[in-house]
């Protein structure tokens, strides 16, 4: 019920919603995202409920199905965009139909499991009560999630505003003809992010469970391996995105589409992924280290830690840098977010180590 009335809000909003994110950066921009968001707005209950569905489902044992489930929405997503924007030339609204139609495919099987599968939990109505006393134990958990994820989001406005803003005053960019070329780069950059941030956060929450067990089990050394082994996989993982982005951004850009625009966009798209990502490593292990963290009954920490990255380095040197760098200032306000933060994350690592070499840890929410 409540993603229904989210959803009611997105609509009336929605042009609100679209120049907070920075979406008017000319008619035609504007446009073709109003139109998406339109057409997507009526999927995002599918969407929520089977995303909300996935840990249940994971951790009642069937995480096979879940991976099954999500990439067969994908799948049809995939299959369904060309058909849709080419064949049918239905444009925008072709690209939010297609979204849709695999969220209610992923959305139906995740019904269909609870339902009728479950394992551990019956869902029968004498079930769906609430229980104060699990609910002070579990919320804080929930609400840490939420404080990370919408910190994300006022980190993500931040730059696109500030992309708009500086991007206008730029001698090239600011020229009508051009104008569109920053926020569309950053946009390729940021889905590039996305997919190696992805690929971490798939790592790290696989091995919440292990950790959670082995922890409650008293078996504190091998947390410590689990961690050491994690932090060295999700820095390979940062390594390799990193060579990825300094010796191919180019051909990154192109897999998005952006191949055959002019000089300008080319030169920014290599200038873009260079210097926003830089220390995409630094990335990848403050992300992890937040992840497991949390795994560990650590939640109002591991908050702290992504909301210091997010809002007081992330959104807050998005504003500051470019007041004396002009766009540039945009661009590097990543890898300074990211740079700050690791030093504080390798603190806080370096405290957890300490506890788990004495034992002295617990899965209290702290």
Request: hydrophobic content about 50%; overall charge positive; proline content about 4%.
């Amino acid at each position: 019920m409540n993603i229904i009335i989210c959803a009611i809000i997105y609509y009336i909003f929605r042009e609100e919603l679209l120049t907070f994110f920075g979406g008017r950066i000319n008619n035609e921009t504007f446009n073709f995202a109003l139109e998406y968001f339109t057409y997507i707005i009526p999927g995002i209950p599918f969407y929520v409920f089977g995303q909300a569905m996935n840990p249940i489902i994971s951790a009642d044992g069937s995480p096979k199905y879940v991976m099954f489930s999500t990439l067969m929405g994908a799948s049809i997503n995939i299959v369904l965009d060309p058909l849709f924007i080419l064949g049918f030339h239905w444009g925008m609204m072709g690209a939010a139909l297609a979204t849709i139609l695999g969220q209610i495919f992923t959305a139906f099987m995740s019904l269909r499991y609870i339902s009728g599968k479950m394992k551990a939990v019956n869902f029968s109505r004498s079930n769906l009560h609430y229980n104060p006393k699990l609910m002070k134990r579990y919320l804080p958990l929930g609400m840490c999630s939420f404080l990370s994820q919408i910190s994300i989001v006022i980190s993500v406005a931040s730059v696109n505003m500030m992309i708009k803003k500086y991007g206008a005053l730029d001698p090239i960019f600011g020229q009508p003809e051009f104008s569109q070329i920053p926020m569309a780069v950053i946009g390729i950059v940021m889905k590039f992010f996305q997919i190696v941030i992805s690929i971490v956060v798939g790592l790290s929450a696989s091995c919440t469970p292990i950790t959670g067990f082995n922890i409650g089990a008293g078996h504190f050394g091998r947390v410590k391996n689990l961690f050491t082994k994690l932090l060295i996989s999700e820095t390979i993982i940062g390594v390799v995105a990193f060579l990825i982005i300094e010796i191919f951004p180019a051909n990154i850009a192109a897999l998005f589409g952006a191949s055959g625009e002019s000089v300008y966009y080319a030169e920014f798209t290599v200038k873009c992924f260079r210097t926003y990502l830089c220390l995409i490593i630094f990335a990848c292990i403050n992300k992890a280290a937040f992840i497991f963290i949390q795994g560990m009954g650590k939640a109002w920490t591991s908050a702290g830690l992504s909301m210091i990255r997010e809002i007081i380095f992330g959104a807050g040197l998005t504003i500051i840098m470019p007041i004396f760098m002009g766009l540039d200032g945009v661009l590097w306000s990543m890898p300074a977010s990211d740079g700050l933060t690791f030093i504080i994350s390798a603190v806080v690592i370096a405290k957890i180590y300490r506890q788990l070499n004495d034992k002295k840890l617990s899965l209290s929410i702290s």
